[in-house]
């Protein structure tokens, strides 16, 4: 099975020379002069390499790769990597620190992620949108600092650093989105 460039849209996985792929964005091209074409800008899911490639519209095609999804928990990291659990048959799943990448700086345990397999093997997760960190280290907002909707930085309890208002105070949970790192409320609890 093949994609055609109509069926580009952001967050699109395809394969190219047997390497998955994600579409990361696209454009359609149609010059005054000449044929249209579609430039779309790719992250190879197993390395991280960004990549520009040009495809003839409506002639070229990409490969459909064998991927699968599977939901998983996450249970605990140690010097090799992360450890996964299915949570329907209890079999434990290992990626190493460069599968996960920055995406560890979500995890907590308990929380429910998606493996990411190519050809049936583990080689990558996508995170939840939102998660709930607790801020363990953050400066004090000074009275008065709040005139022009300031902010300070703050540490969660992974290790993740965020830019936060001025009212943030240690101990409290907010809830971060994992697309782009940022504070998005705090939670009541």
Not at 88 to 94: A, I, L, N, Q
């Amino acid at each position: 099975m093949k994609y055609q460039t109509t069926d580009f849209r952001n967050g699109l996985k395809i394969e190219i020379e047997g390497k998955p792929f994600i579409v990361v964005s696209f454009a359609h091209i149609n010059p005054g002069k000449g044929s249209a074409f579609v430039r779309a800008k790719i992250k190879n899911l197993i390395t991280g390499q960004v990549l520009e490639r040009t495809y003839k519209a409506g002639v070229d095609t990409v490969d459909v790769p064998n991927m699968d999804e599977k939901e998983m928990e996450y249970t605990y990291g140690d010097m090799d990597g992360f450890n996964f659990m299915d949570m329907e048959t209890y079999e434990s799943v290992h990626l190493s620190h460069d599968q996960v990448g920055d995406a560890k700086l979500y995890l907590q345990d308990g929380i429910r992620v998606a493996i990411l397999y190519f050809n049936e093997r583990p080689i990558s997760i996508d995170l939840p949108n939102f998660v709930e960190l607790v801020v363990t280290q953050t400066d004090p907002g000074l009275k008065g600092d709040t005139a022009q909707g300031g902010s300070k930085k703050a540490i969660m309890d992974t290790g993740l650093q965020v830019s936060v208002p001025l009212f943030i105070e240690e101990g409290e949970k907010l809830k971060i989105d994992t697309r782009t790192g940022e504070y998005v409320e705090r939670v009541k609890s």
